[in-house]
């Protein structure tokens, strides 16, 4: 049974796993290699727990109960009585797999979870004397609000290793748990690759991307269009995730990273934080649409609602080929999509009613 729980990383995610945890009352010592990040850490965390007992998400009873539960921890000893690590650190496999074999030696008793999500698990753990105890924890940002978790079995993880952490995730933290094979980018980043490349490839083709925009959030109903979803996730960062999935999988053409986002990027127009990316922003707000972002588009007579079905189209047969290759099961694929992308229907879902794409 877990009862306290480690973080190694105090950045947006590990602070926000901390606050997840804390909110629903598991101790937590939270690490970090450099105390200016700690610090900043503990800063978010302070301010996310007043933020939530003001908003009446908890009490603020359990607000003061969080802060005076959680141990900003100088050395990775003082995490030697925690059931759970979680890593968060940065996305660089060489330091994950050191911090792992160093925290194995601190606490051989714990289970080992990691919340990458460019790597495969496996190779996370590749350094620890003892993989049965170590899966993947796929968190979503931010984690106080998604309801969602990627759960990741590696070759070695043992099946009572993957319960605990099962049971940790459902019932201790009241989110949902979607069970992945370790594979590259799970359910969500992987399925969702189509939604960000296959428009890129329509306005190629000649499509407008402020109609594929439209179109998707009138047909399709999500809340929000692949361009305008691309500009908020930061392009530098869904095009590293592009690439990371594109060269695991071997290059496959269905995932190879597009011009117009390569370009965009190269210019340091990085989306809604940089103020241009797909989209101009004016505090905070889209004003326009970039023109860098058209300079590419071809001339064919393309309309949005063709462009969105066959958006749609590729997205459903992601998750089709995915279930295909044992991922996960349709109704895991389904939920993960819909909780992580607050999508009104999964792929399977939409395929199964005949309804309006997703």
């Not at 003892?130 to 796929?138: A, E, I, S, Y």
Request: hydrophobic share 45%; glycine share 8%.
């Amino acid at each position: 049974m877990i009862e306290r729980v480690g973080i190694l990383g105090a950045g947006t995610m590990g602070a926000g796993i901390a606050q997840l945890c804390l909110q629903n009352e598991f101790p937590v010592a939270l690490w970090d290699v450099f105390p200016e990040s700690l610090c900043a850490g503990a800063g978010r965390i302070r301010e996310g727990l007043l933020n939530a007992a003001a908003k009446n998400r908890i009490s603020q009873e359990r607000a003061e109960w969080g802060n005076q539960n959680i141990v900003y921890a100088k050395s990775l000893g003082e995490l030697s009585s925690c059931d759970l690590i979680i890593e968060a650190i940065i996305e660089d496999l060489p330091v994950k797999v050191k911090i792992l074999s160093e925290i194995e030696k601190v606490c051989p008793q714990a289970i080992w979870a990691t919340n990458t999500s460019s790597f495969l698990v496996s190779n996370v753990g590749q350094g620890l004397k003892t993989p049965g105890r170590f899966l993947g924890l796929h968190f979503f940002n931010p984690p106080v609000a998604m309801k969602l978790v990627e759960m990741i079995r590696a070759p070695q993880t043992q099946e009572e290793v993957f319960k605990t952490a099962k049971d940790f995730i459902e019932e201790g933290l009241k989110r949902r748990a979607v069970s992945v094979q370790d594979t590259p980018g799970f359910i969500v980043n992987r399925v969702m690759r189509p939604y960000y490349l296959e428009s890129q490839r329509e306005v190629l083709s000649g499509a407008e991307l402020l109609e594929i925009d439209r179109v998707a959030r009138e047909i399709g109903r999500v809340p929000m269009g692949p361009f305008e979803l691309m500009d908020l996730i930061g392009l530098d960062v869904n095009l590293s995730i592009t690439k990371s999935i594109y060269e695991a999988l071997g290059r496959p053409a269905r995932f190879q990273p597009q011009p117009i986002q390569e370009r965009l990027v190269a210019l340091k127009q990085l989306g809604k934080k940089s103020g241009r990316g797909f989209y101009i922003y004016e505090s905070g707000k889209i004003i326009a649409v970039n023109p860098m972002a058209l300079e590419m588009r071809g001339t064919a007579n393309v309309t949005a609602e063709k462009s969105w079905n066959k958006i749609a189209q590729a997205l459903i047969g992601e998750a089709e080929l995915a279930f295909k290759e044992k991922i996960a099961s349709q109704e895991d694929i389904d939920l993960a999509i819909r909780l992580a992308m607050n999508f009104p229907r999964g792929p399977f879902e939409w395929k199964k009613e005949n309804a309006s794409p997703l």
